[in-house]
């Protein structure tokens, strides 16, 4: 207020100068502020800003402990954000055939264990045809709250409380509006593709040609904590996981058109590479119109069943022991809390969140 | 809480057109001396206060875009909050002395009055490291020189909430340091 320019003009300079009792108080706050901003004053920090660049830049980029990389971290990143689509939109291929009709929307999670050769197997399936947005995914990073909602057509972020000590209070936001991408299966594609890759390609169900699946995710919200600051006695290399990680969106939906669910399950099931375990897995699920898969590679983490807000939910723990999350659905819309903490601690936040 | 509108925070230090790079290499050269001010002014302490600019960059450089419109935002909120961060922890660790800062001023004063100024400085820097995060980082980015749209930016809360948590903030300091010194 006392160094503010625009404080003190027009009618409030006029009252200013013919009240006695708001001089005092002016002259008590120019006290204040004089006092703290000597006591604040340092002598500026010498430093070699070549050097200092040299080590910034030459830090070790971090190896991520779940070997996955968070995009939404990195909104400008549009050739790092396209590989992820695609692999995204191959994953979410996983998650739509476990729907019965030709509607799927998830109000449950159950785990499923996939291994390198899985992933490598499934990604190959975007090349079976050609995955068209029509609404692309547009992350925003933004400094509050409200922007976040704003951005996200009005998801609010979910208000953390329990968090354990250490964990930074320092908050990074990120809202996507909603996306929708379109696969259109074509058999010319997957044929040459399965080719290239030496493998025979599964006979493909009648209609499966020219097949759409449409599949929509968000609007969703993200709020990043402590990304900034790292533990005591850690170097800077140790860092691969925020601290802690909270998002929700809207339950991801897909549809299709001219194939049923279970020949394409059937057909997914059937590719090369495919593991046992995950088959096994797959075919296990109850009620799979309503489960939302969490695949888990199972070389790097494990994963358990536990009760969150009162469903069902999936903790995720790797097997280091220094990153842990949990994901839950929950009318309407998709949990995850993440990051390099205990799993209790995890499930705790998780029971909290608001 | 007034949330700034996205238009009002066009604050890009980094000229468009730029490899990730040769961005980032200008928002550093652009942002390195006031993140480290920031700091500094927290710890009274030049070397840990490069060691929390370099941190932040580094986490920046990982997780964001160089580009980005809010990046100077991010690094002097950032630079607030990790600062504060380390006084806090180093609150409880030991009682700091704030002998460096003295060194290269006051040189006038006797030594009882530096040691009264040191006990000030002290006791002041404590009572930031207790104070809600919100207006410590309000009163530490203002005390930097940011500009009153600037911490608004940074903190992302609206630009008529600054003076008010500015002048509680100095309030409640300047009566802790008193209190400190009446007894």
């Known amino acids: 207020m006392v160094d503010d320019p625009d404080a003190k003009v027009g009618a409030d300079a006029a009252h ?6 708001c001089q005092a108080r002016f002259k008590l706050a120019s006290e ?8 604040l004053a340092v002598p500026e920090a010498p430093f070699d800003v070549d050097k200092a660049f040299a080590r910034v830049t030459g830090a070790p980029k971090a190896q991520p402990t779940l070997g996955l990389r968070f995009p939404i971290l990195r909104p400008a990143a549009r050739p790092t954000l396209a590989l992820v689509a695609a692999v995204v939109a191959a994953a979410v291929v996983v998650v739509a055939f476990a729907f019965s009709g030709f509607f799927f929307k998830p109000a449950t999670v159950k785990p499923v264990p996939v291994t ?10 975007a090349d079976y045809g050609t995955i068209t947005w029509t609404k692309q995914p547009d992350l925003h990073v933004v400094t509050s709250p409200t922007e976040a909602a704003d951005a996200a057509a009005g998801v609010q972020p979910p208000t953390v409380s329990g968090l354990p000590s250490g964990i930074s209070t ?9 996306a929708q991408a379109v696969f259109t299966f074509s058999a010319d594609k997957a044929a040459t593709a399965a080719a290239s890759h030496g493998k025979t390609l599964p006979s493909m169900p009648a209609g499966m040609d020219g097949a759409t699946l449409t599949i929509t995710v968000g609007p969703a919200v993200g709020e ?14 140790d860092i691969s996981l925020p601290q802690l990680v909270v998002a ?17 399950e059937d057909f997914i099931l059937a590719q ?9 897995a797959v075919e296990a699920i109850g009620d799979p119109s309503t489960t939302l898969l969490i695949p888990v590679p199972i070389e790097y983490a494990n994963s358990t069943q536990v009760t969150v807000q009162g469903v069902d939910g999936v903790a995720l723990g790797d097997n280091t022991g220094v990153g842990s999350g949990v994901v839950w659905v929950k009318d309407g819309f998709v949990y995850l809390v ?15 969140l608001k | 809480m007034v949330g700034l509108n996205l238009s009002a925070r066009r604050m890009t230090a980094v000229p468009k057109g730029l490899s990730d790079e040769e961005a980032f290499e200008a928002l550093f050269t652009a942002e390195y001396a006031r993140v480290v001010g920031i700091a500094n002014r927290v710890l009274a302490d030049p070397h840990e206060a490069e060691d929390v600019a370099q941190e932040i960059f580094i986490d920046f450089h990982r997780l964001h875009s160089a580009t980005a419109e809010y990046a100077p935002a991010w690094l002097h909120r950032a630079a607030a909050h990790a600062s504060l961060n380390r006084l806090r922890g180093a609150r409880r660790r030991q009682k700091r002395e704030f002998a460096q800062a003295l060194e290269a001023e006051d040189k006038t004063l006797d030594p009882q009055k530096q040691a009264e100024v040191a006990e000030d400085r002290r006791r002041l820097r404590d009572a930031l490291g207790r104070l809600a995060p919100k207006p410590a980082a309000v009163l530490v980015l203002r005390a930097s020189g940011l500009s009153y749209a600037e911490v608004a930016q940074a903190l992302g809360i609206g630009i008529g909430q600054i003076g008010t948590l500015l002048r509680r903030a100095e309030a409640t300091l300047r009566k802790e340091v008193s209190r400190g010194t009446s007894n």
């Open chain 1, 272 to 280: 090369p590479g495919i593991s046992p375990e995950l088959k096994k």
């Open chain 1, 338 to 352: 993440a990051g390099s903490l205990k799993q209790s601690d995890a499930i705790n936040i998780a029971n909290n």
């Open chain 1, 32 to 39: 204040d502020a004089r006092s703290v901003a000597t006591l």
């Open chain 1, 16 to 21: 200013l100068d013919g009240c006695a009792e």
């Open chain 1, 116 to 125: 390198v050769a899985d992933i490598q197997a499934l990604s190959q399936l």
């Open chain 1, 248 to 264: 929700k969106s809207a339950a991801p939906t897909a549809t299709s058109t001219q194939v049923t669910v279970t020949q394409l």
């Open chain 1, 170 to 178: 320092n908050i990074t936001y990120a809202a996507m509006p909603q």
């Open chain 1, 224 to 237: 990043i904590f402590g990304t900034l600051s790292q533990p005591a006695g850690s170097s800077a290399n």
